[in-house]
């Protein structure tokens, strides 16, 4: 009986369970999506070429494990704040707290296991679809990735069900310690707001000395590698309790100051939102130190991805100047080349000698079209662009080889005249080489090229040569580590949106008598959604401004491994941002459906 009376609780709820549902579901089905990549060995090592990857991975599944386990805590407190009241009078009625504690008992197991079961089956589909939609939107090539990976399924199942069990656990022993008057009149307690400057001042100083030092350690791990070992541990301990002291002390700095000055505070319903702030700060500091984390790690996780993406290009680009070679391009060819944008081609004769040890080009094709190339610095890894008409150079004569036919990569390169050039008895074969505007925005054409040439000329399989081989080759090296930047990113992005807007959303019933109070004393509805919007705005800017300084101090941890890691770093920040905002939006949206008649 009590079971049904339990199950039937849900079902007539819903309504209220919907925000509850949606998180836990969020939940699961991100830290499945994690540990589809944390705990994938082959995955790991197939795609990254770094060996602490693996290392970096396993304090992700830490630090991932901790924010659901606050999470969970909160979606708990949610849960028993909803039926609190109803326990009350069902124990006033003559039902016993055991077996109170019995239903509450099966219904938070239920919800846990319910959102588990959902949340891992959407991880599953959410994996396949996110991971394709990244490796075809930026041409990877990722190996040994499977959307469904049973030892990542069990462990969010273990985990996910043994913390309902100890939820469930936790709910029982409360219920069972807490009075029935209690239980009937929790939403008419006082909330108690302890005020200690001193304390705050302390809490100021120890965040901003922690975060220091872990900022100073993510700086010198960009310059030593081999620290990594040791600094991840230390920044990841350093930077959380940095950012819960400084939230905390910071933020309720700034309000007190704001309420001390009468013209700002006494302005329109300002005093009561600062009140509302002021109010919610010390509820709120965990979860705000928590999203200003998950900010930061999927901000940068995207940041970090779209610098490998920018890293590929540079490397790409310093291989070779030409973006297409074809052998005695035929007709098929040359209408390829045709449709290349804004394309520069260049056409050198040459004849090999009987054994194909030496190369002879016609000197006045190299006056008339002088040969570029690339000079690539590795410490650096900028290359320069410089051109010849010396074949002798060794730099030309060498970059010019790399784009010949396999058999002669190895030959003698000479230049003759033309007199000289008709009077060798070979076959003349010719080279046109082709600079386009932009080797990306005609990639999928240079692609066709290059297959073309490899049909033509099977032994260009093997051996490559130009610069579409060359992509291919150094795609694959960093691609593993792109489609984790975007990957985790899109996945952390999600969780801490849910984690806020959650939190938010949990505490609106109790604003619904604030607000009432507000409507019926003659305040507008415009000055009422004005407020809501600049208390929820508030609590959405502080992680975020705090994760963004988080990502900006942090990439220099990957100074080691990526060449110039600001580099168009606003593009990024301008995209997570504005899904940021839609957050916001829909957040701010809901909260006053819930809160305004």
């Given amino acids: 009986m009590l079971n049904k009376l339990a199950l039937s609780g849900i079902r007539h709820r819903m309504r209220d369970y919907t925000v509850l549902f949606s998180g836990l579901i969020i939940a699961s089905a991100i830290f499945y999506m994690f540990l589809s990549l944390a705990i994938n060995k082959t995955f790991l090592s197939s795609n990254s070429p770094a060996a602490a ?44 707290s055991s077996k109170i504690s019995r239903m509450i008992f099966v219904e938070t197991f ?51 069900i043994l913390l309902f069990i100890f939820s469930a656990i936790r709910n029982s022993i409360t219920l069972r310690r ?79 100051m704001l309420k001390r000055n009468e013209r700002f505070a006494q302005k329109g319903l300002n005093n009561f939102t600062l009140s509302q702030l002021s109010f919610r700060i010390s509820d709120y500091t965990k979860i705000l130190s928590m999203v200003s984390i998950m900010f930061a790690l999927a901000l940068g996780a995207i940041t970090v991805g779209l610098g490998f993406q920018n890293q590929i290009d540079t490397v790409v ?60 610095n590795m410490k650096s890894m900028i290359a320069t662009t410089k051109k010849s008409s010396n074949i002798a150079d060794p730099n030309v004569s060498y970059s010019m080889l790399q ?19 008709d009077k060798i008895q070979a076959k003349t074969d010719t080279l046109t080489l082709v600079k386009t505007t932009s080797f990306k925005d005609n990639l999928s054409k240079i692609k066709a090229i290059s297959k073309e040439e490899s049909k033509r000329y099977p032994e260009l399989k093997q051996a490559g040569g130009d610069k579409y081989s060359a992509y291919t080759l150094i795609n694959g090296f960093f691609s593993g580590l792109e489609f984790m930047g975007f990957f985790l990113g899109i996945a952390f992005l999600a969780m801490l949106a849910s984690c806020l807007m959650f939190k938010i959303l949990s ?26 919007n600049k208390e929820i705005a508030v609590l959405f800017a502080v992680p975020a401004g705090l994760g963004i300084i988080h990502v900006l101090l942090g990439l220099q941890m990957f100074k080691g491994i990526l060449y110039k890691p600001y580099t168009h770093i606003e593009i990024p920040f301008g995209i997570f941002i504005v899904l940021y905002l839609c957050y916001y939006f829909l957040t701010r949206y809901l909260y006053k459906k819930i809160v305004l008649k």
């Fill in 403 to 421: 784009n010949m036919m396999p058999k002669y990569r190895m030959s003698q390169v000479k230049m003759v005249s033309d007199a000289e050039f």
């Fill in 178 to 256: 807490t009075k029935v008057l209690t239980l009937l009149h929790k939403d008419s307690q006082p909330a108690k707001i302890k005020r200690n400057g001193a304390l705050k001042v302390i809490q100021a100083i120890i965040g901003i000395v922690f975060l220091a030092i872990g900022y100073y350690v993510m700086w010198y791990m960009g310059k030593n590698a081999l620290f990594i070992y040791l600094g991840v541990p230390i920044a990841l301990v350093t930077i959380v309790i940095g950012t819960y002291f400084t939230i905390n002390a910071a933020i309720t700095a700034v309000i007190s």
């Fill in 317 to 376: 680009n310093g291989q070779n100047y030409y973006d297409v070679a074809v052998h005695n391009a035929d007709t098929a060819q040359k209408s390829r080349i045709n449709h290349l944008s804004g394309d520069d081609q260049f056409n050198y004769s040459y004849k090999a000698d009987d054994k194909g040890k030496v190369l002879y080009y016609r000197q006045s094709e190299f006056k008339k079209q002088p040969f570029h190339y690339e000079a690539f």
């Fill in 110 to 160: 239920a919800i846990g296991t319910i959102s588990t079961l959902i949340g891992s089956a959407i991880g599953i589909i959410a994996t396949k679809y996110v991971s394709q939609m990244v490796i075809s939107a930026l041409d990877m090539q990722v190996k040994h990735f499977d959307s469904f990976y049973l030892p990542a399924l069990i462990w969010t199942f273990v985990f996910f």
């Fill in 507 to 532: 505490g609106a019933n109790g604003d619904v008598k604030r607000y009432n109070m507000l409507h019926k004393i003659g305040t507008r509805q415009k000055m009422l959604r004005s407020t809501i």
């Fill in 53 to 96: 990857t693996a290392f970096i991975f396993g304090f992700g599944i830490i630090l991932l494990a901790i924010i659901t386990i606050v999470y969970i805590n909160y979606a708990n407190s949610f849960l028993l704040s909803m039926r609190q009241k109803e326990y009350g009078m069902f124990m006033m009625l003559g039902a016993k």
